[in-house]
């Protein structure tokens, strides 16, 4: 789901063009005034600019540079306006929290340059897995989390299987990549953000941790 637009190049210059208008309506009424023709020139480029650099700053403000997911400040605001929506309806929702496994060694092995890769390639993974109208945010150095709407535990626990198979495929230097999960949902694990990122968060450990166990025996 798109949660921010890029529509500020298509606004500006049909600012500019709006502007420009009335400096050829006076040509038109006035040819003495013909030079006047040139500032529509001026006026369409420098709306169409304005509306570029308004939509990059935009991005800066509401996505992560690295990754293009959501922010945190933007996933947050987003994920307080479905919960406000959710409480005068029946609307479920299910948060997913995602931890990226031996992160920092990956970092500390193959250097940081890799180990922004393994982020990106982590965060292509989780969108290539999901619905269009579900969100992704990146809210730590190594931590992402979904909202997904009307979705059951049982549909919540797939999203994250697929997650997991399609991030394993990836190797970056000599780490093949993997990742903990947990998920949480509305109303019965929380009804606010802090509640239900606190209890994804938990169940993601508590997944990290059961995972450990059994490979230390394996």
């Known amino acids: 789901m798109k949660i921010s637009s890029s529509k500020g190049s298509i606004y500006g210059t049909i600012i500019g063009v709006a502007v420009a208008i009335p400096c050829i309506v006076y040509c038109y009424l006035f040819p003495q005034q013909w030079h006047m023709l040139v500032l529509p020139?001026?006026?369409?480029?420098?709306?169409?600019?304005?509306?570029?650099?308004?939509?990059?700053?935009?991005?800066?403000?509401?996505?992560?540079?690295?990754?293009?997911?959501?922010?945190?400040?933007?996933?947050?605001?987003?994920?307080?306006?479905?919960?406000?929506?959710?409480?005068?309806?029946?609307?479920?929702?299910?948060?997913?929290?995602?931890?990226?496994d031996n992160f920092k060694q990956i970092n500390d092995v193959c250097g940081h340059e890799l180990g922004d890769t393994a982020l990106k390639e982590i965060a292509k993974k989780i969108k290539a897995n999901l619905r269009p109208a579900d969100i992704?945010?990146?809210?730590?150095?190594?931590?992402?989390?979904?909202?997904?709407?009307?979705?059951?535990?049982?549909?919540?626990?797939?999203?994250?299987?697929?997650?997991?198979?399609?991030?394993?495929?990836?190797?970056?230097?000599k780490f093949k990549l993997s990742i903990s999960a947990g998920a949480a949902v509305y109303p019965e694990d929380g009804i606010t953000s802090e509640e239900l990122i606190r209890t994804a968060d938990m169940l993601m450990y508590d997944n990290k941790s059961h995972r450990k166990a059994v490979n230390s025996f394996s």
């Open 41 to 100: 020139l001026f006026y369409i480029p420098l709306g169409f600019w304005l509306g570029l650099l308004y939509d990059r700053v935009n991005f800066l403000a509401n996505y992560d540079v690295l990754t293009n997911v959501a922010n945190r400040r933007m996933f947050e605001k987003v994920l307080s306006r479905y919960l406000n929506k959710a409480a005068g309806s029946r609307l479920k929702l299910s948060l997913i929290f995602i931890d990226v």
């Open 136 to 173: 992704v945010g990146r809210i730590g150095g190594d931590e992402f989390v979904i909202l997904c709407c009307n979705i059951s535990n049982e549909e919540s626990s797939g999203i994250i299987e697929r997650i997991k198979k399609s991030v394993s495929e990836v190797t970056i230097g």
